[in-house]
């Protein structure tokens, strides 16, 4: 079955750098993949999306790349600040499939 | 900002009981989406909806569940009969067009449905 993976239950990182996430995904090959925010009690919030045929997509101080080769859409934040603190998740398909999410933490 | 809202935010139920989940789309948007969350657990897709019709439904959405768009404004989840495993967070979501790849969802703040 279709499988979207989240590896990292939790990522600590220092403010000011730079937090990379991982979504890896197996058994399909989807047309595209989102990131999300979901702050604790609250529903998800999109952030961004990226299509199969582009490698990289900015905004703001957020980016994402999505390797076909290597079945797996990396999420940074650069500059990342305290605010930054939340839950993202990945997602793919009409009949969203998310992965389980990664619990950021930017310490001041 | 429009945004999605629901109501209740928190509602507590015997189980067995039914309950209604409302949920208020943003005006313009024409495709409507229910999703829930176990707590600790993935947000799972339950149910789309477009044109008063069932468009697509996950294996979760089975005939306990149903949904209705009972006038121009309001979209509600209905659990026939809870069951405990029934205790969720449930979110809705509207987008303009169809197709996540093209149309982004937006999530309202969710009913912590807790079944007794």
């Known amino acids: 079955s279709q499988k979207i993976e989240q590896n990292s239950e939790a990522l600590n990182i220092q403010e000011g750098k730079t937090a990379t996430l991982t979504c890896n995904y197996t058994?399909?090959?989807?047309?595209?993949l989102q990131w999300y925010r979901q702050d604790p009690g609250r529903g998800p919030v999109f952030l961004l999306l990226?299509?199969?045929?582009?490698k990289e997509k900015r905004k703001e101080r957020l980016k994402v790349t999505f390797d076909t080769t290597l079945k797996q859409s990396l999420f940074h934040i650069t500059a990342s600040q305290p605010a930054d603190s939340a839950t993202y998740l990945c997602?793919?398909?009409?009949?969203?499939?998310f992965g389980k999410g990664t619990r950021l933490h930017i310490l001041p | 900002e429009p945004e999605v809202t629901q109501t209740p935010s928190h509602q507590v139920t015997q189980m067995g009981q039914e309950v209604i989940l409302r949920c208020v789309p943003i005006?313009?948007?024409?495709?409507f989406y229910w999703y829930r969350q176990i707590l600790g657990q993935k947000v799972e897709f339950l149910v789309s909806?477009?044109?008063?019709?069932?468009?697509?439904k996950s294996e979760i959405f089975d005939d306990q569940f149903s949904v209705e768009r009972p006038d121009g404004s309001n979209f509600t989840l209905k659990i026939r009969s809870t069951k405990l495993e029934d205790s969720a967070m449930y979110f809705c979501?509207?987008?303009?067009?169809?197709?996540?790849?093209?149309?982004?969802?937006?999530f309202g703040p969710g009913t912590r449905l807790t079944v007794l």
């Open positions: 005006s313009n948007h024409l495709y």
């Open positions: 909806f477009y044109n008063n019709e069932i468009s697509e």
């Open positions: 058994n399909y090959s989807p047309a595209y």
């Open positions: 979501a509207s987008s303009e067009g169809q197709g996540a790849a093209y149309n982004e969802q937006f």
């Open positions: 997602a793919s398909g009409d009949k969203i499939i």
């Open positions: 990226i299509r199969e045929n582009e």
